[in-house]
């Protein structure tokens, strides 16, 4: 078992910066993928970014590309998402999640087995 829990969330104006955190406890936390998704009010959650166990391989959502940033510190067992230049439709709960290593994509939700209970981000215009 993998025990996450997000931090960070917070109300900012668009064009603001946040940075979340995704403390991972239980299980060697370097053994897993992880990322972040986002679910949106009165929509479907998407994924947003991941990264690879050692972090040296990441991937992002279009929508994020270029003004997030995912990154994993395995020495802390954390992982964290820098979001800049955030705009109204970013406003979500976001959610890490842990996945295990060897699959062919990590963009879709069904291939992460650990989920945290997410934190909001809102973003006003």
């Known amino acids: 078992q993998v025990q996450l829990v997000e931090s960070g969330g917070a109300v900012v104006q668009a064009g603001g910066s946040l940075r979340l955190s995704c403390a991972a406890s239980?299980?060697?936390?370097?053994?897993?993928?992880m990322g972040w998704f986002r679910q949106a009010p009165g929509k479907e959650r998407e994924f947003a970014a991941t990264?690879?166990?050692?972090?040296?391989?990441?991937d992002y959502a279009d929508s994020v590309k270029g003004r997030f940033t995912i990154s994993r510190d395995n020495a802390k067992n954390t992982m964290y998402l820098q979001m800049n230049s955030l705009k109204p439709e970013d406003t979500a709960v976001y959610y890490c999640?842990?996945?295990?290593?060897?699959?062919?994509?990590?963009?879709?939700?069904?291939?992460?087995?650990?989920w945290g209970q997410g934190t909001t981000v809102t973003v006003s215009s």
């Open positions: 990264v690879k166990r050692f972090g040296f391989t990441t």
């Open positions: 239980g299980r060697t936390f370097s053994n897993y993928v």
């Open positions: 999640a842990a996945a295990a290593p060897g699959l062919s994509t990590y963009r879709e939700a069904n291939k992460y087995a650990y």
